[in-house]
């Protein structure tokens, strides 16, 4: 493929200065963004083209400042609504690849949206990210822990902007962010627990073979994943509106657990501001015989603070003042004095971004990092993943969140866990 990010960041840096040199309009979506001249619009491809895909694609084509070139599925009943929903938003439709890499050779190319299964994020994120297209990549960021680190090398490698699709920091009425802010300003003082109400670890897919139906490419929703027949609860058939049952199973996610983990366990990380590193231990919960435990796992940081998979769905942070429980419709306190306004200016302040995408598009023209950039997807992932490893080992665990290795008692079989066997040659190539 070849290195076209020269030229890109060339139109994407002209556009940088119009948004300072020349008067802000609102968009479609009733979003400030730039004005922009046709030169100056961001060409994006869409890899993935199911319930979030098609979301996500939405959401970009209510801006004027980007036009979405082309898009990659291996169904072809999605691909082609795909198209004709390009077609009636913006005019004309767009390219339609069952194979990625073609997409992301095109030479109109500035940015990638990635909404496949989660097992299939991490080789398009790294091949975009190497060749310096912008990526936007749902969450959970990654299957696996090394490949989060492949992901965080190539986006240094190729100075790539990425938003990982944690959007709970930059929408929900803001109360994921207000949270942080009372919590990181000392509202309920020093942060003791945190309980994360999340679903359950991954299980081993049994799901029965089905005969793949025509227009499917199954081998390519397979990627790495080791080898098995169809099945339409992994991919549904036709244009769906549900989310498939691939979250549940270890070949293709980390469980109903990392799927809203992504979210909740990322909140979590946001408001001890520990963006940057992840626990040291990891404590499997006590479990009695036929009974599922009241308190599942718990993940322990340098700090002392304990994060408890267990209590309320949402984040219920108890500190030595006082607590505060948020999700994402509402947003609690053990008092009314904890939620007050800022009592100062010296008070800390978190970004507002104004939306997810938003904040992705205005950092490709700015080349600042989006508030979910890759070290932030790729540690929260991880905080997933040891959870997931701590709950298969049974164990007591000490982990190394600067090495980012286990150490100590049974180091060698979680160790072991931290990246995967790739089914043939579906993995990261080597740069």
């Known amino acids: 493929m070849p290195d076209q990010s020269l030229d890109r960041r060339s139109v994407l840096a002209a556009g940088a200065v119009a948004a300072v040199t020349s008067p802000w309009l609102m968009t479609r979506s009733g979003l400030a963004g730039p004005s922009t001249s046709v030169n100056e619009t961001i060409g994006i491809g869409v890899i993935g083209m199911g319930i979030r895909g098609r979301r996500l694609m939405d959401q970009l084509m209510q801006r004027d400042d980007v036009r979405i070139v082309g898009v990659s599925e291996i169904a072809e009943p999605r691909s082609l609504a795909a198209v004709e929903a390009v077609k009636v938003k913006q005019g004309q439709p767009c390219a339609s690849y069952v194979d990625y890499e073609a997409l992301l050779a095109r030479p109109d190319i500035d940015a990638v949206v990635i909404a496949t299964q989660d097992h299939g994020h991490a080789r398009p994120a790294v091949l975009a990210a190497r060749n310096g297209i ?74 029965p073979d089905e005969e793949t139906p025509a227009g499917y490419d199954w081998e390519r929703w397979l990627g790495a994943a080791p080898q098995r027949g169809f099945s339409a609860e992994l991919c549904p058939i036709g244009v769906h509106g549900h989310y498939p049952r691939w979250r549940q199973y270890r070949e293709y996610g980390n469980g109903f657990f990392a799927d809203m983990g992504a979210h909740h366990y990322d909140i979590a990380q946001w408001a001890m501001d520990a963006d940057h590193t992840g626990p040291v231990r990891i404590i499997p919960p006590d479990l009695v015989e036929g009974e599922m435990p009241q308190r599942g796992l718990v993940l322990e940081y340098d700090n002392g603070v304990k994060v408890i998979h267990g209590g309320r769905n949402g984040c219920t942070f108890h500190g030595s003042d006082g607590m505060i429980y948020v999700d994402r419709g ?73 090495a980012e290795q286990f150490t100590g008692a049974n180091a060698k079989a979680a160790n072991a866990k931290v990246s995967r066997a790739d089914r043939g040659d579906w993995g990261i190539p080597s740069s």
């Open 134 to 207: 912008d990526v936007y990549c749902e969450k959970p960021l990654t299957l696996t822990i090394a490949e989060g680190q492949a992901i965080r090398d190539a986006v240094r490698q190729g100075k790539a902007v990425f938003q990982t699709g944690s959007q709970q920091r930059s929408e929900y009425g803001g109360r994921f962010r207000v949270a942080c802010e009372h919590i990181r300003n000392g509202r309920i003082g020093k942060i003791e627990t945190i309980e994360i109400g999340v679903g359950d670890p991954p299980t081993p897919c049994e799901l």
């Open 330 to 402: 509402v947003l609690e306190a053990s008092s009314e004095a904890i939620l007050k306004d800022p009592a100062s200016d010296g008070d800390l302040k978190l970004p507002e971004t104004g939306g997810h995408m938003k904040n992705w598009v205005e950092c490709m023209r700015s080349r600042e990092k989006p508030i979910c950039h890759e070290e932030v997807g790729h540690r929260t992932a991880s905080v997933n993943q040891l959870a997931v490893i701590g709950y298969e080992v049974g164990e007591p665990l000490a982990w190394d969140p600067k």
